[in-house]
């Protein structure tokens, strides 16, 4: 039997012998009376504080039994990519009566590979079944592990074996060293009560959020609905149960490389159940939201909670049209004009008498509208930045299909030293059967005059002016302009 075989065999045998939700064994007896350990079930507290820069702020509390003087606790049932270095310890029911003298992290997990590394130098008893006469039987072989690199190494009797297959191996005990999860170990001073509430909190990293929303645009585009996501995603290595959740938006400063990774576990998706929106308030320079009740958050699992809801928040659908930053002319085709992308928006207000109102995080918002048949159709998507509340977003959902720009170059003429004068023609066809209005911002170089325009101008910047062009259905509009410019 070849050795990787015998690995295979090794890891499958040993992990079904081993129990692995069970804590490290105590090198003395003096000792394991001593030790304390905890886990979720004397937790009594847990509050998640999650910032949308891939880290969280953990705290939880326990109610344990405490040995005066001098002993060790083993705290279990933490993430596993808590930074050791951000850990804090107390006792709430007497702080002053209880010190924390020396703390490790053990991350050195249980697995069947592991443990059998562990034992290189010992003597394992080797399983194997023996088909005799219809019926199987066990045999025991012990073995010496001399070593374990690629693969095991064995002394049985006077013999060097390798590649022997076994059915499973028995171990004597499980080493110290070695832990069912990951644990915190600290060396406690307790001068109080040997009943306690303590208090654990640190930072992890693989816990995240981010907002997403859905707008759902009325079929005469003068309305949407709005609805906010909290998308929150557990990569930690441990279970959230019956956590107080609070997140924090922000773009916070942060040393990188602190936090430890681990490799997320593929994530399923669950939608809780609609509820209340968030409460939210500043915090610093930040913004903090509270789910209004109690929520579990599983290792390696996507769960959305409700945010925020508007009902008939007015939208505005805008189609802009952006002029290039350099002069109109075709290099490919002279004479003929360039063709120019038409940009579709929906636009919106962030005000409370829309039923928003509160600060949006950043995020992506989705955007559906319902067609002929009443089925809603997804139309676009974008993303946007923090925005405080009465703030107006402008989302771009694609191109106009039947709307369509040309622009070209009419005239340039030099009329003194540094001036000049140009001319430019906007052409816009509407294929849609309402009419649109186009918004149309052109760059303008240099010192400039609107010397003449068919339309309606504005100067939006110094070097650069808005028009607005309405075009009839199956209509077209042409915007014409001439500018003095100096350079």
């Given at each position: 039997m070849s050795a990787r075989f015998f690995g295979a065999a090794l890891l499958v045998a040993s992990t079904a012998m081993l129990p692995l939700n069970r804590?490290?064994?105590?090198?003395?007896?003096?000792?394991?009376e001593q030790d304390a350990t905890t886990t979720l079930d004397d937790q009594v507290e847990l509050?998640?504080?999650?910032?949308?820069?891939?880290?969280?702020?953990?705290?939880?509390?326990?109610?344990?039994?405490?040995?005066?003087?001098?002993?060790?606790?083993?705290?279990?049932?933490?993430?596993?990519?808590?930074?050791?270095a951000t850990v804090h310890f107390r006792s709430l029911t007497e702080p002053s009566r209880v010190s924390v003298l020396e703390q490790n992290y053990e991350y050195d997990l249980l697995d069947p590979d592991k443990l059998l590394r562990k034992y290189v130098g010992r003597d394992l008893t080797l399983i194997r079944n023996r088909q005799e006469g219809g019926s199987t039987r066990q045999?025991?072989?012990?073995?010496?592990?001399?070593?374990?690199?690629?693969a095991p190494?064995?002394?049985?009797?006077?013999?060097?074996?390798?590649?022997?297959?076994?059915?499973?191996?028995?171990?004597?005990?499980?080493?110290d060293t070695l832990y069912s999860r990951p644990t915190l170990i600290w060396t406690l001073e307790n001068g109080g009560a040997a009943r306690h509430r303590v208090?654990?909190?640190?930072?992890?990293?693989?816990?995240?959020?981010?907002?997403?929303?859905?707008?759902?645009?009325?079929?005469?585009?003068?309305?949407?609905?709005?609805d906010g996501w909290v998308t929150l995603t557990n990569g930690s290595g441990t279970s959230f149960r019956n956590a107080r959740l609070q997140l924090v938006a922000g773009d916070l400063n942060r040393v990188r490389n602190v936090l430890g990774r681990m490799a997320a576990d593929s994530l399923r998706a669950e939608r809780a159940p609609a509820s209340a929106p968030m409460a939210q308030e500043s915090f610093s320079d930040y913004h903090l939201y509270t789910l209004g009740r109690k929520t579990t958050i599983n290792n390696s699992e996507t769960k959305q909670v409700s945010m925020l809801g508007g009902t008939g928040v007015p939208v505005q659908k805008r189609y802009v049209?952006?002029?290039?930053?350099?002069?109109?002319?075709?290099?490919?085709?002279?004479?003929?004009?360039?063709?120019?992308?038409?940009?579709?928006?929906?636009?919106?207000?962030?005000?409370?008498?829309?039923?928003?109102?509160?600060?949006?995080?950043a995020g992506i918002v989705r955007v559906y509208q319902s067609d002929s048949k009443g089925g809603v159709q997804f139309v676009g998507e974008d993303r946007i930045d923090h925005t405080p509340n009465d703030e107006t977003l402008n989302l771009k959902i694609g191109n106009a299909f039947d709307v369509v720009c040309e622009r070209n170059q009419i005239d340039f003429q030099k009329i003194?030293?540094?001036?000049?004068?140009?001319?430019?023609?906007?052409?816009?066809?509407?294929?849609?059967?309402?009419?649109?209005?186009?918004?149309?911002?052109?760059?303008?170089?240099?010192t400039w005059r609107m010397l003449r325009s068919s339309?309606?101008?504005?100067?939006?910047?110094?070097?650069?002016?808005?028009?607005?062009?309405?075009?009839?259905?199956?209509?077209?509009?042409?915007l014409r302009y001439r500018a003095r410019v100096t350079y």
């Open positions: 804590p490290p064994v105590a090198s003395t007896v003096a000792a394991a509050a998640v504080t999650v910032y949308n820069s891939d880290i969280a702020l953990v705290r939880d509390v326990r109610n344990l039994q405490l040995a005066r003087g001098t002993s060790d606790l083993h705290f279990m049932d933490i993430a596993a990519t808590v930074n050791p045999e025991e072989v012990k073995a010496h592990l001399l070593s374990y690199n690629s190494v064995w002394r049985i009797g006077n013999e060097i074996v390798t590649g022997i297959g076994a059915d499973h191996i028995r171990f004597p005990a499980l080493p208090e654990a909190s640190y930072l992890a990293g693989k816990l995240s959020w981010n907002a997403d929303y859905v707008l759902t645009v009325a079929r005469d585009d003068t309305s949407a609905d709005v049209v952006e002029g290039q930053a350099f002069y109109y002319h075709n290099a490919t085709h002279p004479g003929s004009p360039i063709k120019d992308v038409v940009q579709v928006f929906y636009q919106f207000k962030n005000e409370e008498r829309t039923g928003l109102g509160m600060p949006m995080p003194a030293a540094s001036t000049y004068e140009v001319e430019y023609e906007v052409t816009l066809r509407n294929h849609k059967s309402t009419a649109v209005a186009v918004e149309v911002n052109e760059p303008i170089g240099g339309h309606e101008w504005t100067k939006t910047a110094a070097w650069a002016a808005h028009f607005s062009v309405p075009v009839a259905p199956d209509g077209t509009a042409t």
